[in-house]
């Protein structure tokens, strides 16, 4: 069973469109975070979301961590072909003696 | 800056063979990770370790050993490589496990045969 559940698995898009892909538990999380994964590399940590209900915006990516900390979305505005990788979720179990815990991730393809 | 550093980039082994997959990192880390990546598995826990002399399992740490000597260095070593080993190898460090960024290296693309 996973403990992070991440939604879609896949998405292809064209340039210009908008898009939020999920991450979502039934445990509570102390802090989530969001790594984006380009082909051959390793994550690279977008942003740490760590009070319920917080928005955090980088450019055109917009993060929240819903009131309960148990899930957290990622909306995209405008997808270019640059923002194409591997968009991973990860958080800090509250109870599980915090260790880092990752969903399997959201394949996002941006088409031009 | 060099981050974590991970060698080799590629290998192909026969069933049997044993390697050492080398990381280090020089940020003075106290946290460092091996995980595995396969296609639709997300990324596995290997082992882990706090800090110098100390290392503990993760999800998936039969077939694998690791060492931390040193704060930099953490080697991921396989003694009797299985083709179930084929994967995608990573290792990361992070300055503690509370809200902070963990720092992964490139890879290492690893082929059982």
């Known amino acids: 069973t996973q403990l992070l559940e991440q939604s879609p698995q896949f998405l292809s898009i064209q340039e210009g469109e908008n898009l939020t892909v999920y991450c979502n538990s039934s445990s509570v999380f102390s802090s989530l975070q969001w790594y984006r994964q380009e082909p051959g590399e390793g994550p690279v940590l977008l942003v740490t979301?760590?009070?319920g209900g917080e928005v955090k915006k980088l450019k055109r990516l917009t993060f929240q961590f819903g009131d309960a900390r148990k899930d957290s979305s990622l909306h995209i505005t405008a997808a270019q072909p640059g923002d194409t990788g591997l968009y991973l979720c990860?958080?800090?179990?509250?109870?599980?003696?915090?260790?880092?815990?990752w969903g399997l991730g959201t394949s996002l393809a941006v088409n031009p | 800056n060099a981050g974590v550093t991970q060698t080799p980039k590629f290998r192909i082994l026969k069933i049997g063979q044993s390697m050492t997959l080398q990381c280090t990192q020089d940020m003075n880390h106290n946290y460092m990770y091996w995980y595995r990546q396969d296609p639709g598995m997300g990324l596995k826990l290997i082992y882990y370790s706090v800090g110098a002399g100390i290392t503990d399992k993760g999800e998936v740490p039969n077939g694998y050993n690791v060492s931390r000597s040193t704060t930099e260095d953490f080697p991921l070593r396989l003694e009797l490589a299985a083709p179930s080993q084929t994967s995608v190898y990573f290792c990361?460090?992070?300055?503690?496990?509370?809200?902070?960024?963990?720092?992964f290296g490139q890879g290492t693309r690893l082929t059982v045969v």
């Open positions: 979301v760590v009070t």
């Open positions: 990361a460090s992070s300055y503690d496990n509370v809200n902070t960024e963990a720092f």
């Open positions: 990860a958080g800090i179990h509250a109870g599980n003696n915090r260790k880092l815990i």
